[in-house]
């Protein structure tokens, strides 16, 4: 299937590593230009050179933090300075601190909402005004399977993400008559650091070894195993492409089974 793909832009936010990563790799494969960003420019380089060697496409790096609004206005404006264009906006951040609902410090709400609420809220403001002078785009935003249902340590990522999915049905209505299509997708249970980070903590707070918690939690799965970051990357490249046309405004997620609600 041809994705329709080729020489359209990206601009993929966490992309150094894990789930960023992984969907910067495939929109490169699918022959898209992407730039990546995250706060190493490092890792970042490392990356980009890794996938510039799978992927016969152009891939440009950012370094920045993308909880400081300069940083994103700046990252938008250096990929259309380097590519002239943006048709694709994959917004994917390194996700709030863990704690728990009753002692989240101020300081851990604060870099929550900055985080995982008002990022996808500037990222998307940023890139609009450049998707509606060419006709249209995609916006995709990576939030986590905490918006159906509650994990242990991940209290500020459910709370702030539910905002993300209130704030992307309306952004959806606002701008689909400007060829603006805008959905999210929700991992669960992918190999990440940040999945592992969270897996590592429960162990600790449990007394269990990691391999144990790690497998229990392949167990609550349908399919029984812990998912690889590329199969999120998947979808979204589908979401990104020509064949997605008549979905916008969605949440989706890509867990294994490991959420249980009909809905």
């Keep these: 299937m041809d994705l329709e793909l080729r020489d359209k832009v990206a601009v993929v936010g966490g992309a150094s590593k894990g789930l960023g990563r992984a969907c910067a790799e495939v929109l490169a494969e699918e022959g898209m230009r992407v730039m990546m960003c995250s706060r190493s420019r490092a890792d970042l380089e490392r990356a980009a050179e890794e996938i510039r060697r799978k992927a016969p496409a152009e891939v440009d790096v950012f370094a920045g933090d993308l909880e400081s609004h300069d940083t994103i206005r700046n990252l938008i404006a250096a990929a259309i300075g380097r590519f002239g264009r943006l048709d694709v906006l994959v917004s994917n951040s390194g996700g709030p601190p863990l704690a728990k609902s009753w002692n989240a410090t101020e300081e851990q709400w604060a870099t929550a909402v900055q985080r995982s609420l008002l ?59 400007d060829g603006i299509l805008v959905n999210n997708v929700c991992p669960g249970s992918l190999k990440s650091e940040r999945m592992l980070g969270n897996v590592t903590a429960r162990a600790n707070e449990l007394g269990i070894s990691l391999e144990r918690a790690l497998a229990e939690r392949a167990q609550e799965t349908a399919i029984g195993r812990i998912g690889e970051p590329r199969e999120l990357a998947n979808l979204v490249a589908f979401l990104a492409s020509g064949k997605s046309s008549y979905i916008t405004g969605t949440t989706i997620r890509v867990d294994g089974g490991l959420v249980r609600s009909v809905l």
Excluded: C
């Design 119 to 177: 990022f996808f809220a500037r990222m998307s403001r940023e890139a609009i005004p450049h998707m509606k002078r060419q006709g249209g785009g995609r916006i995709i935003n990576i939030l986590a399977s905490t918006v159906y249902q509650p994990i242990p340590n991940l209290a500020l990522s459910g709370a702030t993400r539910m905002g993300v999915v209130a704030f992307a049905k309306s952004l959806a209505d606002e701008v689909g008559r």
